[in-house]
């Protein structure tokens, strides 16, 4: 059975995709579920797929970027909505998936900074492994600013067991265990440009703000250990799977820059190889193997690939100038690469496999505005928010793939939601009108056709 799908539609609602990939439906069909348009929603099939709305949007309101808890019983989504001729409001809300129910919201924009971070994104968030915890990127009086989000503390007897992350079948996770109780919001940092990433096992988390990297005890909330004070030559930063080693490029004594390896513990580093540039670092998730995207010399926003072993790091350049994004399967036997194709947007997607060090091209297509703002910053989305199921058999792409569906538009084509399977056995196939979508962690429980909810 596919995953099911989180994403927003084009009318800002929250929704759920489930997703037949045994039956082969030419039709779309609609059905009405005792429609009123304030609390209740329909559900209709199209190409394969049955969209479930969750919660809707309206005039002045609506919701954007959900990232699934680590075990898919909710979803943090930010939410925007304005009062009759009032100033708007930003919030980002933690709804039970596929539910729908919600308390107060985890966090919201102080007055005077009620802006998205980027077009169309109102918040960055992500949580924590163990679900108890989550970040929020925020606009603020410093630019932006990091607000570590947690859960109420519960009495040690009454607490579950602590899950292993590293082990995708321990689903004794609870993600935000009472809807109603008030989480506490720490601001951590501020800065921009911002990015982070949680260890593996959720006791630390690492913070590039502007030309520094820190690491802070999520637990303590305490001042923070500085691992890189300025001049910083990376994005993200990159922990190994098993959280030993933490990755990022900064200048060495002489004129290149230089990948380092620093162990948190010890806070011992040393030089893996040379960099040419401000590099996107992805650690594979399953092995040793670290992908380096570089801005090439060109310019125009392409990078140059290269894949190393961090042991013997010998460079096998994967492509040259073009990359505008990669992303690992979840058991790192393939990094998947979107490339530019041509002078008119279009985008060419590409599996690579490691083992046999074979290419093959999966799909082109012109890509939606949030599957491009995921683009812009796929080492940081990539950590969060999924577009290959876990199992690593299915990918979702974003955009307008040519003669595959045009939506429900009659006069231009649409943006869409596009299913491919990850072998390139079959061409994609449009199971939505939406920009982007997500699938769930591999821990998520079945899913189910929701109960609408009308918005707050």
């Known amino acids: 059975m596919t995953p099911p799908l989180l994403l927003t539609t084009e009318d800002q609602d929250l929704a759920l995709i489930d997703i037949n990939t045994e039956t082969d439906v030419e039709t779309n069909t609609e059905t009405d579920v005792d429609a009123d348009p304030e609390t209740d929603v329909d559900t209709h099939s199209a190409q394969h797929a049955t969209t479930h709305l969750i919660r809707q949007g309206g005039f002045g309101r609506g919701y954007g970027w959900p990232v699934w ?22 919030d980002l809300l933690s709804i039970t998936i596929p539910q729908g129910a919600s308390g107060e919201p985890r966090f919201s924009n102080a007055e005077g900074h009620r802006q998205p971070i980027a077009p169309g994104v109102m918040h960055y968030a992500h949580w924590s492994p163990d679900g108890q915890r989550a970040i929020a990127v925020a606009r603020s009086g410093g630019g932006l600013t990091l607000t570590l989000l947690a859960a109420p503390a519960t009495d040690a007897a009454d607490a579950p067991d602590a899950p292993d992350p590293t082990d995708a079948t321990d689903a004794t996770t609870l993600a935000d265990p009472d809807p109603t109780a008030a989480w506490s919001a720490n601001a951590l940092i501020d800065a921009a440009p911002m990015f982070c990433a949680w260890s593996p096992d959720g006791t630390q988390l690492a913070v ?51 990948l380092w390896r620093t162990q948190p513990q010890s806070g011992q580093r040393e030089i893996v ?11 594979s998730p399953a092995g040793a193997d670290l992908a380096l995207l570089t801005l090439s010399a060109g310019g125009l926003g392409g990078r140059d690939l290269r894949l190393i072993d961090p042991t013997t790091p010998e460079p096998r350049f994967l ?19 979107v490339s530019r194709a041509g002078l008119d947007l279009e985008c060419r997607l590409a599996r690579y496999d490691i083992d046999s060090a074979r290419s093959h091209e999966l799909a082109r297509f012109h890509p939606s505005p949030a599957y491009s703002a995921y683009l812009a910053f796929f080492d940081q989305y990539s950590l969060s928010h999924r577009l290959i199921s876990a199992d690593g058999r299915w990918l979702c792409l974003g955009g307008i793939v040519a003669g595959n569906g045009a939506g429900k538009r009659p006069f231009a084509p649409q943006f869409g939601c596009y299913l491919l399977p990850t072998d390139g056995s079959a061409p994609p196939r449009r199971v939505a009108d939406a920009e982007i979508a997500f699938f769930p962690p591999p821990t998520s429980p079945p899913t189910s056709p929701p109960a609408a909810q009308a918005s707050d």
């Not at 399967?329 to 690469?337: E, N, R, V």
């Open 319 to 337: 492509e040259r100038g073009n990359v505008l994004g990669a992303f690992w399967s979840p058991d790192g036997a393939a990094l998947f690469i």
């Open 208 to 258: 590039h703000a502007g030309p520094q990297l820190v690491l802070f005890d999520p637990a303590a909330v305490a001042e923070p250990r500085r691992v890189l004070a300025d001049q910083s030559r990376f994005r993200t930063p990159a922990w190994s799977p098993d959280g030993e080693a933490l990755y990022y490029a900064a200048p060495g004594t002489g004129q290149k820059d230089l």
């Open 69 to 90: 808890s680590p075990d898919g019983s909710r979803a943090l989504v930010s939410y925007g909505w304005r009062e009759a001729e009032g100033d708007p409001h930003l």
């Open 273 to 283: 190889t040379e960099v040419d540039g401000l590099t996107a670092i992805l650690a």
